[in-house]
């Protein structure tokens, strides 16, 4: 039995070896730090490496990080953003908040190329609205989705990267037409949601017919739970392309960790945990790996995307065509 001054002793040395280490601190979404998202896996494995002590800070959806880092400013406790997409990239810089990681990106695999000195991608998917598979007549483009009667749920651009890419993605498709198209979706939408969660666990109980999420998202139900009656629908003008980033924060305490992580980021023990816990595609990881019932999925042609600055040119007047349609 520990004598009380040796059991002193050793409650004290523990506090100074916690107090030694170092605590990297990660903004991310909420689904990411959820117990069945990547978080816990990545944690722990980056943990087991590093010497430090990771910590995962949910900060709502995606576009939310963005607004709670531009609020803390320079005195954030972030050393890392990590959930950041490309139509937010060109803000985010703005901010003049994020540093270079100077990270080899030679092995990413993403479906366009990627040069860029301060945000690194970590996982990549295409937008989609999901719908069960006994759906009659699924709609192939927006304007056969807003001539029927199907019931959808989507996210709030302001709050949300889906959100966001959902603007971006009739946009592309659309252009100038894109606020007509928003006023013929307007009587089709049941709700706007903050975030991705809460839009698709109304799918799931019912409220809606279909969900704005990524062509993956079967995926979880095939795989997680045995269950093929939810698919992709898939639209004749092609699909909007997210990749995900994440970017080391300028005044970090602990740059060289951070480095370190997002060097992890693009590794075969971080990559291989998206598919089946983030369940999208992972940025530095071969096709051959993806595991079985990623093949089912929909391949959409093409694939659409906005280069970081022409999101940010086209942002306040999309965000102002959608307030404009759903409003009236």
């Known amino acids: 039995m520990k004598t009380p001054l040796i059991a002193s002793g050793l409650i004290l040395a523990a506090g100074m070896a916690s107090a030694d280490t170092p605590v990297l601190t990660i903004y991310t979404y909420d689904?990411?730090?959820?117990?069945?998202?990547?978080?816990?896996?990545?944690?722990?494995?980056?943990?087991?490496?590093?010497?430090?002590?990771?910590?995962?800070?949910?900060?709502?959806?995606?576009?939310?990080?963005?607004?709670?880092?531009?609020?803390?400013?320079d005195s954030t406790d972030a050393d890392i953003v990590l959930g950041l997409d490309t139509?937010?990239?060109?803000?985010?810089?703005?901010?003049?908040?994020?540093?270079?990681?100077g990270v080899d990106a030679s092995n990413l695999t993403l479906p366009v190329a990627w040069q860029d000195d301060q945000f690194l991608p970590?996982?990549?998917?295409?937008?989609?609205?999901?719908?069960?598979?006994?759906?009659q007549n699924v709609p192939t483009s927006f304007t056969?989705?807003?001539?029927?009667?199907?019931?959808?749920?989507?996210?709030d651009p302001r709050s949300s990267t889906p959100g966001l890419g959902l603007l971006m993605w009739?946009?592309?498709?659309?252009?100038?037409?894109?606020?007509?198209?928003?006023?013929?979706?307007?009587?089709?939408?049941v709700t706007v949601t903050p975030g991705w969660s809460e839009a698709y666990g109304l799918f799931l109980e019912g409220e809606a017919d279909m969900v704005l999420s990524y062509t993956t998202s079967p995926a979880y139900h095939l795989i997680a739970e045995e269950d093929d009656t939810r698919t992709a629908a898939l639209f004749d003008a092609g699909h909007y392309l997210q990749i995900e980033v994440?970017?080391?924060v300028e005044g970090s305490d602990h740059a060289d960790l951070a480095?370190?992580?997002?060097?992890?980021?693009?590794?075969?023990?971080?990559?291989?945990?998206?598919?089946?816990?983030?369940?999208?595609?992972?940025?530095?990881?071969?096709?051959?790996?993806?595991?079985?019932?990623?093949?089912?999925?929909?391949?959409?042609?093409?694939?659409?995307?906005?280069?970081?600055?022409?999101?940010a040119a086209l942002r306040d007047e999309a965000l102002e065509e959608w307030r404009a349609a759903l409003s009236q």
Not at 275 to 283: D, E, G, K, L, V
Request: aromatic share 12%.
């Open 31 to 73: 689904s990411f730090t959820s117990d069945w998202g990547p978080g816990p896996a990545v944690e722990a494995a980056f943990e087991e490496t590093c010497g430090c002590d990771l910590q995962f800070v949910g900060a709502g959806d995606g576009a939310s990080l963005l607004a709670r880092l531009r609020l803390e400013g």
């Open 87 to 101: 139509n937010l990239i060109a803000a985010a810089r703005e901010t003049g908040l994020f540093a270079d990681h």
């Open 122 to 135: 970590f996982d990549w998917g295409y937008f989609a609205f999901i719908h069960d598979t006994d759906m």
């Open 144 to 155: 056969e989705l807003a001539e029927s009667d199907a019931r959808i749920v989507i996210q």
């Open 170 to 189: 009739v946009k592309y498709v659309y252009g100038d037409a894109a606020e007509a198209v928003w006023e013929a979706l307007a009587d089709n939408i």
């Open 246 to 248: 994440a970017a080391m």
């Open 259 to 311: 480095r370190d992580f997002l060097a992890f980021m693009l590794t075969p023990a971080f990559q291989s945990v998206i598919p089946t816990t983030n369940w999208m595609y992972p940025a530095a990881l071969p096709a051959s790996d993806l595991p079985e019932g990623f093949d089912t999925l929909i391949q959409p042609q093409p694939g659409l995307i906005f280069t970081p600055e022409e999101a």
